[in-house]
């Protein structure tokens, strides 16, 4: 652009031209003058120009952002699939690897329990045929291993129980001592309790998909129970009353509640839904026990033994007339020979011994059944034909 300067007073001095963008010089309302140049724009006009060069220039830079932060939006969505598919795959590979390694672990398990259940069966059939404890040696030449894998199995299998006592001892504690109170103190309880969950985790299947907790739960407290019915009385009961006791006793507590007073046999039965001869029977044998040696007086001068009268057969007369028929007793027999002497006392029972079968004498003596009962026979021939049989009726009769 040339700026031309004139000095002369004659001539006014002209401004420079300042092109405008065609898109601006058509929107512009300046209009050339009557000299044929276009007039100066003024503040007014150069402030539109301003507003409106920013207001492009905001548009081309929103342009541009928005196209940026939706290639950024696409690469970081293309990333995140990636890493979600990368994740899934190495999920699926630690998943494969951890059930191969279960499965591994699971057949060693099995391997192991069928070994010690195999070195036992050994030991309780060296038991049944010894009838004594086997040794190290023998135990492991009738189970076919070496004393270090016998001892190895053993130790292995010894600390495998004393684990899982140690890891669910809190589950035998919370059974063993809702049955408080019952005949057993707690410490037995808790034995009891351990031996059933060592019964369960033998039993235990792990491929039928339940905990070893849920398992054995259940012999926990068959253990437990099973240990109250069997130890908790001086005098045990069956099963099967052991089971009635609870619902008579409760029954009982609620009649006696209920009435004010001791119930009968018969509205017991009543509301239990039961037999009056049961009822009756377990109530007789459920009485708690009476010591002979407790003191009648709180003075302890007398016990009650010295008070109650003896049965029948203590009685003098039937005293002596025992005496002397183990007397004529021994005199008949000593007509048999040993061993037929010996066959009749254990048959018979007359040393005052439990009377035992055939079959039990018959091991006793390493003879066969058959055999004992011919000798038995022989020798009741013999008796027969004596005379001092007469004299052992009188007696007896």
């Known amino acids: 652009m040339a700026i031309t300067l004139c000095s002369s007073s004659s001539h006014s001095p002209t401004l420079p031209t300042i092109p405008l963008p065609s898109s601006l010089a058509s929107k512009s309302s300046l209009k050339p003058t009557s000299t044929g140049h276009q007039p100066l724009p003024t503040s007014r006009t150069f402030s539109k120009l301003t507003s409106s060069n920013l207001a492009s220039d905001d548009n081309l830079t929103l342009n541009v952002t928005a196209a940026e932060a939706m290639a950024l939006a696409s690469v970081t969505s293309q990333v995140a699939r990636d ?124 491929e039928r998909g339940y905990k070893l907790s849920t398992y054995v739960y259940w012999w926990i407290r068959q253990a437990v129970a099973k240990a109250i019915a069997d130890k908790s009385r001086t005098i045990r009961l069956p099963g099967s009353i052991c089971e009635l006791v609870p619902r008579i006793v409760e029954a009982n507590n609620s009649l006696t509640k209920r009435f004010r007073r001791l119930p009968s046999h018969d509205e017991i039965a009543e509301a239990v839904d039961m037999n009056v001869a049961t009822v009756r029977l377990v109530c007789q044998r459920t009485r708690p026990l009476i010591s002979l040696d407790e003191a009648v007086t709180n003075r302890g001068g007398m016990r009650l033994q010295e008070i109650i009268q003896g049965p029948d057969d203590t009685t003098p007369e039937l005293i002596v007339k025992r005496q002397q028929m183990k007397q004529e007793l021994d005199k008949v027999v000593n007509l048999l020979s040993d061993r037929e002497a010996r066959i009749l006392r254990l048959h018979y029972g007359l040393d005052g011994e439990t009377p035992r079968s055939y079959e039990e004498i018959g091991k006793l003596l390493k003879l066969s059944r058959e055999r004992v009962r011919q000798i038995n026979r022989t020798a009741m021939s013999k008796l027969q034909q004596s005379s001092l049989v007469d004299n052992l009726k009188v007696y007896m009769f």
């Not at 050994?122 to 001892?151: C, F, K, Y």
């Open 83 to 206: 890493a979600m598919v990368t994740a899934f795959e190495l999920e699926n590979e630690l998943q494969r690897e951890w059930r191969s390694g279960l499965g591994v672990r699971r057949k060693k398990r099995r391997r192991r329990r069928k070994e010690e259940a195999r070195v036992e069966a050994v030991r309780e059939r060296i038991l049944q045929t010894s009838e004594h404890e086997p040794t190290s040696n023998q135990w492991a030449e009738a189970a076919g291993m070496s004393s270090s894998s016998l001892d190895w199995i053993l130790c292995n299998g010894r600390e495998s129980r004393e684990r899982i006592n140690r890891c669910y001892r809190r589950l035998v504690v919370s059974v063993a001592a809702s049955y408080q109170g019952k005949g057993l103190s707690l410490q037995d309880l808790i034995q009891e309790g351990s031996m059933g969950l060592l019964r369960g985790a033998k039993m235990f299947d792990p």
